[in-house]
């Protein structure tokens, strides 16, 4: 079993700027995949970026980009230029060639004027 | 692609009720999974279907909940005898079922229990 560790329950950041969200995993298959989903207040999960353990190059997509570290263990979440819609809960979630996600608990990310 | 739909968005129950709720699944998408969601805390697994067989449950599971996937298309949920304990965020997820690491699982809305 995989397990997701994500230690900021809370973190906030004023418009424009950059902020990055803390993930941290552990597990013992040899091809994993790493992924970061939003969840606003509405509920709704929406997939934001994907890192495969074996890509050599860090994911970006847009403003959001993944800081992976494989011997470290960490897959960090950044977004650029933050904006007042980015304000919602993010999880981080790890998952194997046997298709279940698994999730760490999220952070809560306020983004202010 | 009209989505994963869960029906119905919110449910309020009395303790020792049974409770069913439905997911829809985006048509072509041969895997199916529920999680359970508690305020603040990330999704949990619950269960997942691989067309119409369920391949695996999780110990979250109790004998209480059943979920089905007749005919692999949509899917149910059953809560038998609630208990305030099962108030939390039913969420529903497809994905096509490759077994590839890259395949992002699609959600639904989620099904809101509150069990008074």
């Known amino acids: 079993a995989q397990k997701i560790t994500q230690t900021q329950p809370g973190m906030f950041v004023q418009e424009k700027e950059a902020v990055t969200l803390d993930c941290t995993y552990d597990t013992s298959d040899p091809s994993y995949g790493l992924f970061w989903y939003k969840q606003p207040s509405s509920g709704e999960m929406i997939f934001l970026i994907y890192?495969?353990?074996?890509?050599?190059q860090n994911a970006t997509e847009g403003r959001y980009s993944l800081n992976f570290q494989k011997a470290r263990k960490s897959a960090n979440l950044v977004i650029s230029a933050s904006q007042l819609g980015d304000s919602a809960m993010y999880f981080c979630?790890?998952?194997?060639?046997?298709?279940?996600?698994?999730f760490g608990r999220g952070t809560q990310l306020t983004v202010w004027p | 692609d009209t989505g994963v739909s869960q029906n119905p968005r919110h449910k309020i129950t009395k303790r020792g009720q049974n409770v069913t709720f439905r997911c829809d699944p985006i048509s072509e998408h041969n895997r199916l999974y529920w999680y359970r969601q508690t305020l603040g805390q990330g999704p949990e697994f619950l269960t997942y279907f691989q067309n119409e067989a369920q391949l695996e449950k999780s110990r979250l599971l109790s004998d209480r909940f059943s979920a089905e996937r007749p005919k692999g298309s949509f899917s149910t949920l059953e809560i038998q005898r609630t208990e305030q304990g099962d108030s939390a965020m039913y969420l529903c997820?497809?994905?096509?079922?490759?077994?590839?690491?890259?395949?992002?699982?699609?959600f639904g809305n989620g099904t809101r229990l509150t069990v008074t």
């Open positions: 997820a497809s994905s096509l079922g490759a077994r590839d690491t890259s395949e992002s699982l699609h």
């Open positions: 890192q495969g353990s074996y890509d050599q």
């Open positions: 979630a790890c998952r194997s060639t046997l298709g279940r996600l698994y």
